[in-house]
């Protein structure tokens, strides 16, 4: 019985302190709330202050304007066109007239521009799948070294897209000014028609390109026009008579990109008696020869540094664009 009696005593005392705690955190969280609605009701104060103040000084300025109009009416407020006097201005219109497209030239279907991306790799192989894909160096490195016993980094279809889409989304093809071949490291000679919307992954572009080497050809969906064809060698069958043909090299004559649209071309394309062809390589390294092309006359270049495929041919057609006021 003392036993429990004393026990219970112990119990009482925890209970004591347990309650006294929490009566003396009760009381701090009151004080704090307190303090808190007094800031609050201080910085109300200092609100409504300068509030006042502020109407104050407004209705001292609205006096002073009715004064100066001579009225007790308030003045009206200001609309839009008088807020925003600027805009409201005409621009300038300038004088000066393009005519771009390829219904304007008079040179007949030939467009004047003309574009050979030589020594593309592009070639098929067949997976463990039994699939065929597009030789790359990403994903057939291996095959490429043991069975084929070849630089994997030289097999870069890669290259020739980034050029075909810089030259897809230039304003010289969109005006209908351009006409693009491509020249295979197998002497497989392709011919793009100028209607022709190259996928923009490069997944879709690999099949493409082996679909177009196995079945030579791909026409549209909708209206059965030939978008891609394989078409037989050489080149230079394809050259309208006339035609001036040049190389692109870091190593030829450098000229700057309008300097070499006003050199090399007529100041109207709708004058121009025959097109100027430009051979740009779509290789990973080497350089664009003579002697395989003997029909160029001379290797120019567009910068003192060496450039991608598609940043000289960008520089070439903004140059061209600049000249012709293609915008």
Not at 128 to 140: M, P, Q, S, W, Y
Not at 231 to 256: D, E, H, V, W
Not at 304 to 313: D, H, I, R, V
Request: aromatic residues 6%; glycine residues 6%.
């Amino acid at each position: 019985r003392k036993r429990h009696f004393f026990n219970s005593l112990k119990y009482r005392e925890k209970l004591k302190e347990i309650m006294g705690k929490n009566k003396r955190k009760q009381q701090s969280k009151k004080e704090e709330v307190k303090e808190e609605k007094v800031v609050a009701e201080s910085s109300e104060e200092e609100v409504k202050e300068e509030v006042e103040e502020g109407v104050a000084s407004s209705s001292e300025d609205d006096d002073d304007d009715e004064k100066d109009m001579g009225g007790n009416d308030r003045p009206s407020k200001k609309s839009k066109a008088d807020r925003n006097v600027i805009a409201a201005e005409p621009l300038p219109v300038s004088m000066e007239t393009t005519q771009v497209g390829p219904l304007l030239l008079k040179t007949g279907n030939q467009q004047p521009i003309i574009l050979l991306l030589d020594q593309a790799t592009l070639e098929t192989v067949k997976n463990k799948r039994g699939v065929f894909e597009l030789l790359n160096c990403d994903d057939h490195r291996e095959l490429c070294k043991r069975k084929l016993k070849k630089d994997p980094n030289n097999y870069r279809p890669d290259i020739l897209h980034q050029e075909m889409l810089a030259l897809q989304d230039s304003p010289l093809n969109k005006a209908g000014l351009l006409k693009i071949y491509i020249s295979t490291q197998k002497k497989v000679l392709i011919d793009i028609h100028p209607a022709t919307r190259i996928p923009r992954t490069y997944k879709r572009f690999a099949g493409l390109m082996v679909q177009l080497l196995h079945k030579l050809k791909i026409k549209a969906g909708q209206d059965h026009t030939t978008l891609l064809k394989v078409i037989k060698n050489p080149f230079s069958q394809y050259l309208p008579a006339g035609t001036r043909c040049f190389g692109m090299s870091c190593q030829g004559t450098l000229y700057s990109p309008v300097n070499l649209a006003s050199s090399l071309l007529p100041q109207d394309y709708n004058k121009a008696k025959a097109p100027t062809c430009f051979v740009v390589g779509a290789m990973s390294t080497g350089h664009v020869l003579l002697e395989d092309h003997p029909y160029m006359e001379k290797m120019i270049s567009v910068s003192e540094y060496p450039l991608s495929g598609a940043a000289a041919l960008s520089r070439i057609a903004s140059g061209i664009e600049h000249y012709w006021g293609i915008v």
